[in-house]
């Protein structure tokens, strides 16, 4: 059963650049929520995708943007890159039919911005 | 106010010992409440959820959750060295999509 998966698992940018991180479900997933964490923080909400479509939006910029394909994998974008923005980010998959909404996170994209 | 706040730590336990972690909420209409571990460098990864009042076991670990009081706590019980991490609270309020997290609290459990 094959779990989340992150990729590219390190990345380092310049500052201004654009970034692009991907994320498949977990096996029988068909929502993927995108969160930033950064050191000593808990993990922040930036958005959820659910049917190629964006349901909930976090405190985030515009500078973020995501995609969900058929195959209910994704993509975060970022934008005009910050020194801020260096964090972990974190793709989370859930079952949009479960009450519970449990989600599950893959290994992380450290992104580091210089 | 934090949506969901927690004791940043550190807690530090004897190993053999009950670890205590603690959590409130602000969103009196949340209704699933979980409790993830994130080891140092490592994403966080599920230990337990509840959605009810009251206590549910699994294993070592006890969840304990009262909506009355909007508080969730998270017993460890002949806690290990393994243990040492940062749990993290998280919760889903009603009518939205999102799981919210608190920033953590770091435990160690001492040999």
């Known amino acids: 059963d094959a779990g989340v998966t992150q990729s590219p698992t390190h990345l380092i940018k310049t500052r201004g650049q654009q970034v692009t991180l991907r994320c498949s479900p977990k096996?029988?997933?068909?929502?993927v929520s995108w969160y930033q964490q950064a050191l000593g923080q808990g993990p922040q909400f930036i958005f959820q995708?659910?049917?190629?479509?964006?349901?909930q939006r976090g405190n985030f910029p515009d500078r973020f943007s995501g995609h969900q394909f058929p195959n209910y994998s994704s993509e975060l974008n970022v934008n005009a890159l910050l020194l801020g923005d260096s964090a972990l980010y974190l793709c989370?998959?859930?079952?949009?039919?479960?009450?519970?909404?449990?989600?599950?996170f893959g290994e992380g994209s450290w992104l580091t911005v210089v | 106010q934090k949506e969901v706040e927690q004791n940043s730590g550190p807690l530090s336990v004897p190993e053999g010992a009950i670890a205590s972690l603690n959590c409130t909420y602000s969103?009196?209409?949340?209704?699933?409440f979980f409790w993830y571990r994130q080891y140092s460098g490592k994403s966080p990864e599920l230990i337990m959820f509840?959605?009810?009042?009251g206590d549910k076991e699994d294993g070592r670990f006890t969840a304990q959750l009262n909506k009355a009081s909007q508080y969730v706590s998270l017993l460890i019980r002949d806690s290990q060295p393994s243990d040492s991490a940062t749990y993290l609270c998280?919760?889903?309020?009603?009518?939205?999509?999102?799981?919210?997290f608190g920033a953590g609290t770091r435990l160690f459990v001492k040999a």
């Open positions: 096996s029988g997933h068909d929502t």
């Open positions: 998280a919760v889903k309020g009603p009518g939205g999509f999102k799981t919210i």
């Open positions: 995708y659910y049917e190629e479509e964006e349901r």
């Open positions: 509840i959605y009810s009042n």
């Open positions: 989370a998959s859930s079952l949009y039919t479960d009450s519970g909404n449990t989600i599950y």
């Open positions: 969103d009196r209409g949340s209704q699933s």
